[in-house]
């Protein structure tokens, strides 16, 4: 089935979320990334980041809008669907006790020739993070293709 072409410019509210050291603490382990500065205090505290910080790939955590969006807007077949490439760009750190805002938009979309799959489907998201005060902590751009039945 393809996807929504009419999906480009869905776009999720800003949603709020407190970011905890639990969440930094399993995304560490599914990971098995067990970098100090993203778990140990002490260790943290003494390195140029001044404190603990999360994860490049966090921004996952919040996949559940994501997903919500690619079904509702996208009209996706998650079975069909496979990860082309991330780019994450940060701006500030992302720490354990901080309440940000978070948003997933539908930035690109179309078709593509692929070397294994052939012809594919793909869309592109874009996931902003800011902090309570509107500062920009991450952007990210993540390209999913989605393979024809």
Known sequence: MPINMNALGAE????QVTVTQRQIDQLCSCLE?????FLDDEIAATSSAAGIVAPPTFINCFRDFKTTLVLSE???????LL??????EYFAPVRPGQTI????????VGRKKSRTYGELDFFTVLIKLKSENGERL????Q???VRDN
């Open 138 to 141: 991450v952007e990210a751009t």
């Open 83 to 88: 990860h082309g490439e991330q780019v994450i």
């Open 101 to 108: 805002w978070h948003k997933i938009k539908i930035v690109d």
């Open 74 to 80: 996208a009209e996706v077949d998650l079975p069909l």
């Open 33 to 37: 990334d067990y970098n100090p500065l």
């Open 143 to 145: 390209l999913f293709f």
């Open 12 to 15: 999720t509210p800003w949603a």
